[in-house]
């Protein structure tokens, strides 16, 4: 097999063995939070840390609070005139929630923000970011100076691929908000925008600081943990089968070697009993297929004239076995014609005297000395009936 056609299938089975782990990880991880109450599990997994979401409308300024995944906790409209950074400290401190705690999100319409989708083969689900990367470059005339974006690659359905939604907001738009709002554009950690009409569509989050390191969260070490339990359990599982497989091949092959010579021994009697069989089979046929003594006597007897009898009815057998001959003697008052009338018999043929005809002076009638052949089946009649 060609190199290359190797490493693309080793490259393949590797994606797609992460991609198991990972499925395995997030379905072990959604059991377990499915068991806490909803507070509790966003607590652990985003460190109870919150979203304010910040959005200029026509006459005032929209406050929302809400969870790491966008459920809306709380939201205040506050007039234009009498909006400051104060104002987002105010609405903080009333719910108790430090400043330290949040991160800054603003909202942009949603004409502001473009979307792209793109579908690509699983195997390329590490590189991902450089390929969307040089996916924007070539294909849109965007220019990364002047743009922030952001993406994600969730799975489709079979998850043979990856369908991934990036957004592009341009920095002009985004600098331009976050001057009316009197923030710092370090403060803002991400822009929001309004989902689409279509279900499976996700909510566009553009980060504005993507590429920032960030430490292992609890998702990744629960993901990893609870897959490391789980592939142990596997394992344990895996091994408990296969000894029960093994106790029980084990306890065949002792039943197998008792029985071993018993079943020789029955081998060799279906062996004889197939033998005599088949000699009873052999004898069936030759009996179908050549008349016996008795047929023959039978025939003789139902064809020949009541003036001929005969003295003497004899069978001879061809060197080569596989033709039948017999030889007729005896008295008749017309023995000539007997040879027509053996021809026109179904069991006979080719017949011809063998000997003079000639006057028994005691019997006063004809003796005869003649020969015929015995026809074997149909087959062989209708060829010499031709």
């Not at 430090?98 to 909202?107: E, M, N, P, Q, S």
């Not at 009409?197 to 920032?212: A, F, M």
């Not at 008749?332 to 014609?337: C, D, E, I, L, M």
């Not at 000395?369 to 149909?378: A, R």
Request: glycine content about 4%; proline content about 4%.
């Amino acid at each position: 097999m060609d190199i290359k056609k190797l490493f693309a299938i080793s490259q393949r089975c590797s994606a797609r063995l992460a991609n198991a782990t990972r499925r395995l990880g997030s379905w072990w991880l959604n059991e377990f939070l499915d068991l806490i109450p909803q507070k509790m599990g966003e607590r652990l997994i985003h460190r109870g840390r919150k979203v304010l979401v910040l959005a200029i409308q026509e006459d005032v300024v929209a406050l929302s609070l809400q969870t790491a995944n966008h459920h809306a906790l709380l939201s205040e409209q506050i007039e234009k005139r009498d909006y400051s950074v104060g104002a987002i400290q105010r609405f903080l401190n009333s719910q108790g929630v430090g400043r330290a705690d949040v991160d800054i999100a603003i909202h942009l319409p949603i004409e502001n923000i473009f979307c792209r989708r793109m579908t690509l083969p699983i195997e390329v689900n590490g590189d991902i970011d450089r390929i969307v990367e040089q996916s924007l470059l070539k294909k849109t005339p965007f220019n990364l100076g002047e743009i922030y974006c952001d993406h994600i690659a969730p799975r489709t359905a079979d998850g043979d691929k990856v369908s991934i939604w990036q957004w592009i907001v341009m920095r002009e738009n985004v600098h331009q908000t976050v001057s009316h709002l009197q923030i710092g554009i370090d403060e803002v950690a991400m822009v929001i925008g309004r989902k689409g009409g279509n279900e499976t569509s996700p909510l566009p989050v553009i980060r504005l600081n993507p590429t920032k390191p960030k430490p292992a969260s609890w998702t990744q070490k629960s993901i990893l943990a609870l897959t490391y339990s789980a592939a142990a359990l596997a394992f344990v599982a895996g091994g408990a089968k296969y000894w029960h497989q093994q106790a029980l091949i084990d306890n065949l092959e002792s039943e197998i070697a008792e029985v071993a010579p018993k079943a020789r021994e029955v081998r060799e009697i279906i062996r004889a009993v197939q033998g005599k069989q088949g000699a009873l089979r052999r004898l069936r046929i030759h009996r179908e297929s050549a008349p016996f003594f008795i047929d023959v006597w039978e025939e003789a007897t139902r064809i020949l004239p009541s003036n001929t009898w005969l003295t003497e009815l004899r069978f001879v057998e061809s060197p080569d076995k596989r033709s039948q001959q017999i030889t007729m003697t005896g008295f008749s008052a017309a023995a000539p014609g007997l040879i027509s009338i053996l021809n026109k018999s179904s069991l006979f043929s080719d017949a011809a005297l063998t000997a003079p005809v000639f006057l028994d002076p005691v019997e006063k009638v004809e003796r005869f000395t003649l020969q015929t052949k015995v026809i074997h089946s149909e087959h062989e009649k209708k060829a010499l009936h031709r």
